[in-house]
């Protein structure tokens, strides 16, 4: 079967119709939604496009971000013409994949030590010379308190209404904590099912975005990350549960758990789970450490930065 494209594009723009011709497939253009839809055929729209198609169109801002009407959205792939000719090409040639990759982080308790975890193990992964963005999906603003961020755009910012996820932009106005950039809760609360397109929009320009996901265990499929570090403790509830909900490794996907002490010894953990485990052991002055300002990773030698760093090696292996 022949695949096609089909250019929604009121503006009639002739650069946009440029670059679909240089990809290299039939296109048809129309005005305006809605229209009928082949299988296999890729869309581009300059305007928002109707909610059931959010997932399939790239979005492609020509003049300006236009507000989406009653049961309307932006693609959750929206990017500025003249910064992405690129990204149009390669959508239309079924290339338009995010660089980077997930790595979630999700703990089998609350107040297990999960955030702390996952921004330790964001600080680590960029010493390298890479992109890395830090993302919590937690309403409550625990991660904004705990690395001391102030300003730059947080989950309650980005609405619904709030047009689409431009990577570029977005990148440009989160705060970025030793070299990381973060997207957290503010007193507005969490992404209010704006998620799946930062995400998105996050992977396309970072090559590693560490997820927090707090104890939602059952949101890592939606996730899909192509690493899952559970933090739990060496206790047999916590192994039971982290074997009945993720299962062994699947395939296109690490598993790597982080252990902190319990009953269970840290080699009975792992032959239980039938994977290899990081320990992790305790931090040297407890809570109280991040009561007087010890945010994750200032204690290069401390418990959470040595769990940190193996974690960081599973996650390169994997990358």
Partial sequence: MSVGAVLVDPFDDQALRDLAELAGIPVRRCATWPFDLTPGERVISTIPVPSVHAGRALGVVVREVLEPGLGEAW???????EDAASDVVAHLSGSFDPRGSLVAVVGTRGGIGTTSVAAALARVLAED??????VDIDPVPRLRSLLGLAGGTTWGDLTGDAGPLLPHRLDASLPVWERVRVLTSDSRGGPR???????HALACTHDTVVVDLGNRIEEVDAIGPA???VVLAAELPDVTGVSAVLGP???????VPVV???????EEVAFRLGIPVVPLGT?????????????????????????ARAVAKACREHA
């Fill in 129 to 134: 010379p890479i992109a890395v963005a830090l």
């Fill in 193 to 199: 099912g704006r998620h799946g397109a930062a995400l």
């Fill in 75 to 81: 693609p959750a792939r929206t990017v500025v013409l």
């Fill in 283 to 307: 931090e040297r002055g407890g809570p109280a450490a991040s009561a007087h300002g010890s945010r994750p990773g200032d204690r290069p030698r401390g418990a959470v930065m040595k769990a």
């Fill in 227 to 229: 690493v899952c570090v």
């Fill in 249 to 255: 490794p699947s395939e296109g996907r690490a598993v």
């Fill in 260 to 266: 902190r002490p319990g009953s269970l010894s840290t």
